[in-house]
Structure formats: C-alpha cells, structure tokens
C-alpha cells in the first residue's frame, strides 16, 4: 500500500510563490515516476509536471519557467516548487505515483488571487 500525503497549499496574489510538498509511505521506487496534476473547477484534472529517477520528464506548457519539479529521494518526498503563480494556477493540485499502480494524494487547493 502506498499514501501520499500533500501540503504547502494556500491562497496567493499574482506574483507570488508556493511551494508544494507530497511524501510518500510504502512500497515507493526511485524508479517510480512521481508526478503533479490540477483540476481547476469545470476543467479535467491535467498534469503538471514528472520526473523519474532523477530526471524531469514532463511540464505543461503553461507552468514552463515557473514551476519545477524535485524529489528528495531519502525522504521519498516530492516538490512543486512554484513561482510567478497567476489566477489561471488555481486549482486542486493531487500528488500521483505509478508503482504498477496508480496513487492520488487527497489534493491541496491552491488560488491565485487578488
């Protein structure tokens, strides 16, 4: 069984910075790929940004230059470093790792505001 716990939501202005954190208990890999999803209200849930043993394998265009992704991997932990945020950042962020299945975190809401 594997959990991931998110944290580091919030409310924000344009501008501003938020630092996204998910750590993972169980049977979790290096090679397990890690990712960040979003789902804004009324829109599908999209994903954000992955890495992969070490490498960042995926952003959406629209976070490009703004987030980054990390993985503390003695922690089994995962960042979403995000910065520049703008209104359209807001949304549920959920934490997934695949280790021949699929796992969600419980979501943490970030909004983008003034």
């Known amino acids: 069984q594997v959990q991931l716990v998110e944290s580091g939501g919030g409310s924000v202005q344009p501008g501003g910075s938020l630092r996204l954190s998910c750590a993972a208990t169980?049977?979790?890999?290096?090679?397990?790929?890690m990712a960040w999803y979003r789902q804004a209200p009324g829109k599908q849930r999209e994903k954000v940004a992955g890495?992969?043993?070490?490498?960042?394998?995926y952003y959406v265009d629209s976070v490009k230059g703004r987030f980054t992704i990390s993985r503390d991997y003695a922690k089994n932990t995962v960042y979403l470093q995000m910065n520049s945020l703008k209104p359209e950042d807001t949304a549920v962020y959920y934490c997934?790792?695949?280790?021949?299945?699929?796992?969600w975190g419980q979501g943490t809401q970030v909004t983008v505001s003034s």
């Open positions: 997934h790792v695949h280790n021949g299945y699929d796992y």
């Open positions: 169980g049977s979790i890999f290096s090679f397990n790929p």
């Open positions: 890495t992969q043993s070490g490498r960042t394998t």
